[in-house]
């Protein structure tokens, strides 16, 4: 842990006319800290970090407070984010070939982060590109920074892009999915390289992912969204060995093992029924009341709020173990 201001998150409502897609999200990522977002598609963990970012797609907005060094970013305008991009928030995001401008050079993309927010000289800022592209393990540095994105693999296209995210040593790093498509080992590349930033550098870290083997591996505490909103948070031992909602358990249940994989095909994979409700017809009470088997009437006309200590629920009728 560093002196670095936290990222404080209060009551961030995200939506477009009548959507609303992020409901009430609250938590804290502290320096040093690692946070991570969990949830099916349509949860609402990608717009909220793109909220955070200050980048969400035309005819959407936030209220609500991500407060960071007295500042809430919320409130910003689009220049003034502009400056903390890269320098005092940075995001990987989940599809580099498309993040990765197609039409210049990856060096020229990442020094030019480098050049924006520390005035370095061209050279200086190709010398440190290089340097980190060292730093991630990719193969003749300097032959890498004259290459286009379409000319490197799917692995290579995202260490660049991780590289670009740590150039100005930012205080959060919001990782979108850093790993999709990526075999295994790297895999665990890019896995070795958020954990050094943030245990080297004392940067904080907010990880969305849908593989939650990962959170355990990387994170300290962990975010559960269903339909927008949270209804599980703490600390990420506690939340996946002791899971109180009903959602959650779900979730882990569902992750494949050696346990639960036949390799003669017999067997099926455990899954919760039915599907993450729309934005624009979310049932009453809680969201999550017509997948879930313990569900009652006051789970059909109230909605819960977080309780607990330690590790929070938001659950009428929480998981007892």
């Known amino acids: 842990m560093t002196d670095a201001p936290a990222f404080d998150l209060r009551d961030l409502v995200v939506g477009s006319g009548d959507l609303t897609a992020v409901r009430g999200v609250s938590f804290t990522i502290a320096a040093g800290g690692r946070m991570g977002l969990v949830g099916e598609s349509g949860s609402g963990k990608t717009l909220t970090a793109l909220a955070v970012m200050g980048l969400l797609p035309a005819g959407w907005s936030a209220r609500g407070e991500v407060l960071h060094d007295g500042v809430n970013l919320t409130r910003q305008s689009d220049r003034q984010m502009a400056s903390r991009r890269g320098r005092t928030i940075s995001m990987v995001f989940q599809d580099p070939l498309s993040a990765l401008d197609p039409v210049r050079r990856v060096g020229t993309q990442v020094t030019g982060v480098i050049r924006r927010h520390t005035g370095a000289t061209k050279a200086d800022a190709l010398r440190q590109s290089a340097d980190l592209f060292e730093q991630m393990n990719l193969p003749r540095p300097e032959h890498m920074l004259r290459a286009y994105p379409h000319e490197l693999s799917g692995g290579q296209r995202q260490r660049i892009m991780i590289a670009m995210a740590l150039a100005c040593y930012p205080q959060l790093i919001i990782a979108d999915e850093p790993t999709t498509a990526l075999d295994v080992t790297v895999q665990k590349q890019v896995l070795r390289i958020l954990d050094a930033a943030v245990r080297d550098r004392g940067s904080a870290l907010l990880m969305i992912t849908h593989n939650l083997p990962i959170i355990a591996a990387i994170c300290d505490s962990v975010a559960v969204m269903y339909a927008g909103r949270i209804v599980e948070i703490g600390p990420v031992q506690e939340v996946f060995r002791r899971p109180r909602h009903h959602y959650t358990r779900g979730l882990l249940t569902s992750q494949p093992t050696m346990d639960n994989i036949a390799l003669d ?18 049932p009453q009470g809680c969201a999550f009341h017509p997948r879930c088997a313990a569900a009652s009437d006051r789970c059909r ?21």
């Not at 309780?307 to 929070?312: F, K, M, S």
């Open 265 to 282: 095909g017999s067997s099926r994979l455990p899954s919760i029924p039915g599907m993450v409700p729309p934005l624009h017809d979310l």
């Open 301 to 321: 006309t109230a909605m819960p709020e977080l309780r607990g200590d330690g590790a929070q629920v938001a659950c009428w009728h929480p998981v007892t173990q």
